[in-house]
């Protein structure tokens, strides 16, 4: 049985039972699962993970769901020593969590197996979600794997590759006229007239849950500690209030010392109302309308902003923003002395770390851990201009001929 025993608002602190809840019905705040840590103390121990699956289901126990998982084997991805990258930016204890590594992609397999399982759970036979992308991917796959129906809803501006990465599992697919928050908005009313989970509306409190994993894993990766900086990006805000979710749940049940994690946020400058609130000094997130290439994240109207923002103060971290040409050459950096093609996503996150450690706000012997979410062959267009082969006859003449001097 699931440790999870209600849902809450953040906000007026009104209780929920553990059912298909988008928002608080009061204040139409986020809800969050609480859980019984007491009992959950109980059944984990820092053991306990090492028993179980290579996957994000190792911790299963921490998560809010009961019965069978629907899992197309997500998470426990690499935690990978990144000195070639560290020694080219001036950090000597870089590593990367490698989330471009999981069954669709993304880090969106993590809240979907936690979200979809949940909707199967409840009753649902069908799935649905308002994305960018790579989170209707991850929805299709899991239907698929599950036998259930799926209704997935897309901006008709998204990636192509994106699209067949999607198609590929026989959803219906949806493409909105429109920008993502249209996409949201659309799904938002059609929640009311559909018997559908919708893994981020409806089911939104589960799928929360799915990307604590992240913290978990590298915490255990990390041989029970946390790093002292982490930086991660931001759409929603979710996933990278969840990774501190993921820190503070572990130090609850004992299983490592409270983290003192500086946490730090990073966003596309051309969509980042999360970054803006931090630097001004508000609480409150004006949205934007979002015009980067970094789409998957390209939210402007961030659910989570707000959390994002206090974690990020909370912890002493911070948020920072770069541009479309700053976060290209973050994608290429990446992979030139790491190995990695990241989507723009990651871009994002590498071109932000690379100011933090010039600027000196993260320290060259501070342990830092990177998370790169999603993988980059679907979103090519953002590092479009690197292609520039050689180009031969068949015989060692032209070789030699057209290479000249690079030999
Ligand atoms: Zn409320």
């Known amino acids: 049985m699931s440790f ?37 103390a109980g059944a984990m121990n820092r053991d306990k993970p090492t028993t179980g699956p290579t996957s994000m289901w190792r911790y299963k126990e921490m998560l809010p ?22 020694k080219e930016i001036g950090l000597d204890r870089l590593y990367i969590k490698n989330d471009c590594l999981t069954p669709t992609y993304s880090f969106k397999d993590r809240p979907v197996s936690v979200a979809a399982t949940k909707a199967r759970e409840l009753g649902f036979d069908t799935l649905a979600c308002a994305s960018t992308g790579n989170l209707a991917a991850s929805v299709a796959a899991h239907a698929a794997k599950a036998g259930l129906k799926a209704y997935v809803f897309v901006p ?74 982490v930086i991660a990006p931001a759409g929603s805000g979710l996933m990278f209030t969840r990774i501190w979710k993921g820190f503070d749940e572990l130090a609850t049940l004992g299983m490592i ?17 999360i970054v803006n609130a931090y630097q001004s000094g508000n609480q409150h997130v004006n949205p934007v309308t979002p015009n980067t290439i970094a789409k998957s994240i390209a939210i402007g109207n961030p ?38 093609f990241a989507e723009a996503t990651g871009g994002v996150v590498i071109a932000s770390l690379k100011q933090l450690a010039a600027s000196g706000t993260i ?20 590092v479009a201009d690197i292609v520039k082969p050689y180009t031969v006859q068949p015989s060692i003449e032209s070789f030699e001929e057209v290479m000249g001097a690079h030999v």
């Open 4 to 40: 999870a025993k209600s849902l809450l608002c953040r906000k007026c602190g009104q209780v929920y039972p553990v059912e298909a809840i988008s928002r608080c019905g009061v204040c139409l705040s986020p809800l969050e699962v609480i859980y019984d840590y007491e009992a959950m």
């Open 65 to 86: 769901v009961d019965g069978e998982v629907i899992d197309i084997g997500t998470g426990f991805t690499p935690l990978v020593k990144a000195d070639t990258l560290g």
């Open 156 to 229: 008709a501006s998204v990636e192509p590759g994106k699209l067949i990465g999607i198609a590929i599992y026989n959803p219906n697919l949806v493409t909105v006229e429109g920008s993502y928050d249209d996409v949201n908005r659309l799904c938002a009313r059609l929640v009311e007239r559909y018997q559908w989970g919708f893994i981020n509306i409806n089911l939104r409190p589960y799928y929360a849950e799915g990307s604590k994993t992240l913290g978990y894993e590298v915490a255990e990766q990390l041989g029970w500690r946390t790093p002292d900086c």
């Open 257 to 273: 010392e409270p983290a003192s994690t500086h946490m730090f946020v990073a966003q596309a400058a051309g969509s980042s109302p």
């Open 303 to 340: 659910a989570d902003g707000q959390l994002a923002i206090s974690v990020a103060r909370q912890s002493g971290g911070g948020a920072i923003a770069v541009s479309d040409d700053e976060l290209s050459d973050g994608v290429k950096l990446l992979a030139e002395t790491e190995g990695i």
């Open 363 to 382: 320290k060259r012997d501070e342990l830092t851990v990177a998370f790169i979410t999603g993988a980059g062959p679907r979103t090519q267009e953002s």
